[in-house]
């Protein structure tokens, strides 16, 4: 079995991701951003859906056939033709996963699939034995877990794990659980599960009520020892676990949690802009991480204190996970001290407190009138102060 103390991050923006209406990325696209992952030391790839599309087959071989230091994984329904696509797409790979699929809530197998639990067991069963004709190292799905009954699951996955399969991963598939009642699913499936110890739990949330990351986390803290994510939460309606979330909250509490990612985090805004360049999807400025808000000072009592001290009001580093330092923004809320620092950096120095207590009463009156204030206006206001004088 796995080292307990390592949470495996395993990366779904080129497959999950891309499933986002607009998100969708060419093979050489797929690859860039397949090589920023590696950079960041992401445990495992997924890298497409073979059987999507000839393209798709095609993106996911060239990824595979790119990355030595990642695990890379291609998706595939519990269906022949898929797992013989997939297989094939990752033949060039350094270490290949087959992730396979079939959904076990009592609605999809009702009114999706047609089919009945007994048919569902013996379909997943098959998929998992033929995935390991290409691979050791197979993942099965039950879909939609979330909304699936207990004791049913505990029966699937007890049989995937006996046909074979390395990771077992719970999705949220529609993001309905919330953080409580999933942390309690995966104990109980840890538990309930007879040959639990053989498989690595895993688990892939959902953001449609925003509690995916909420509910990943408490799922590590009952066991989980995968999570499922994408960068900048991209995903399938609402989207995925934020990976940039999941990693920093690991990591900066320490004291709640009994693993830990292996991430270089210094690759996060790196990979996050990458991802927003290439699909066109915007950071939101107050997201979390990598939002460009989001190690930025604005009120005067906060600007003060983290001149005195960072973690008065910083509980991670900025150059942590790859911004180059936190950011002063000077506006109306901000105090003299933050002034007299940015003035500072920029060589302006005043012989007299007067002259000081002048300029920052000119730059009150802009701050009024404009969002942020930037070097220039301080520029022009203290030539502007230095002529009234
Ligand atoms: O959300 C989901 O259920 C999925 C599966 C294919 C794992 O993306
Ligand atoms: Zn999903």
Known sequence: MSDKSHLIIFDTTLRDGEQSP???????????????LERLKVDVIEAGFPAASPGDAEAVKAVADNVRDSIVCGLARALDQDIDCAGQALSGAAAPRIHTFIATSPIHMEKKLRMTPDQVVEQAVRA???????TDDVEFSPEDAGRSELDFLCRVLEAVIAAGARTVNIPDTVGYNIPDQFGALIAALRERVPNADQAVFSVHCHNDLGLAVANSLAAVRQGARQVECTINGLGERAGNSALEEIV??????QDLFDCDTRL????IVPCSRLVSSITGFAIQPNKAVVGANAF????GIHQDGVLKHRETYEIMRAEDVGWTQNRMVLGKHSGRNA???????????????DELNAAFARFKDLADKKHEIFDEDLQALVTDTNLDA
């Open 296 to 299: 930025a000072h604005e009120s």
């Open 128 to 134: 998992v034995k033929r995935a390991r004709r290409y």
């Open 22 to 36: 607009g998100a969708s990325m060419t093979r050489d696209e797929k690859v860039r951003i397949a090589r920023a």
């Open 264 to 267: 270089d985090t210094t690759q």
């Open 248 to 253: 920093m909250a690991v990591r900066t509490r």
């Open 339 to 353: 002034f007299r620092a940015r003035l500072q950096e920029l060589g302006i120095r005043f012989a007299a407190e």
